[in-house]
């Protein structure tokens, strides 16, 4: 006889060699059903909260450009001059110079954010449900 293999995803497949009684194929099914959705929920987490970072950094990168450069030069007449001017000079891309270390480093924190906060949230849930049940029990 042989044993069920472990993948790495975790779900449990039979071997070809082994026989498959009806209840076994229906466990086997259950945690193959349960294992994807499980995933699911806490990626969609992590890839929400990297495109809201990147978002974030793409819209307001421009700004902290333009307020770097009136910072950095005391001559500059104001923040609309200084971007008609790094625009004629730079074209739109002049306003996203230095742009990969923010956007990396704000989807990194974004992503790290939302994922652990769908965890921690089932997390509190499910504590949240057994505490109430057992309260209820104690009265």
Not at 38 to 49: D, E
Not at 64 to 71: A, K, M, P, S
Request: net charge negative; charged share 15%; hydrophobic share 35%.
């Amino acid at each position: 006889p042989s044993h069920p293999i472990s993948t790495k995803s975790n779900l449990i497949i039979n071997s070809p060699m082994q026989q498959s009684s009806p209840e076994s194929s229906s466990t086997s099914k259950t945690q193959q059903e349960q294992a994807p959705s499980f995933f699911a929920n806490y990626l969609t987490g992590f890839v929400a909260g990297s495109a809201g970072g990147c978002a974030g950094v793409l819209a307001g990168h421009p700004f902290d450009t333009i307020r770097v450069r009136l910072q950095v030069n005391p001559e500059n007449r104001g923040f609309f001059p200084t971007l008609i001017d790094t625009v004629k000079r730079e074209k739109v891309f002049g306003l996203y110079k230095g742009l990969l270390s923010p956007l990396v480093g704000e989807m990194a924190n974004n992503m790290i954010l939302f994922g652990v906060f769908d965890l921690l949230d089932d997390w509190s849930s499910s504590f949240q449900s057994n505490n109430a049940e057992s309260l209820i029990q104690d009265c």
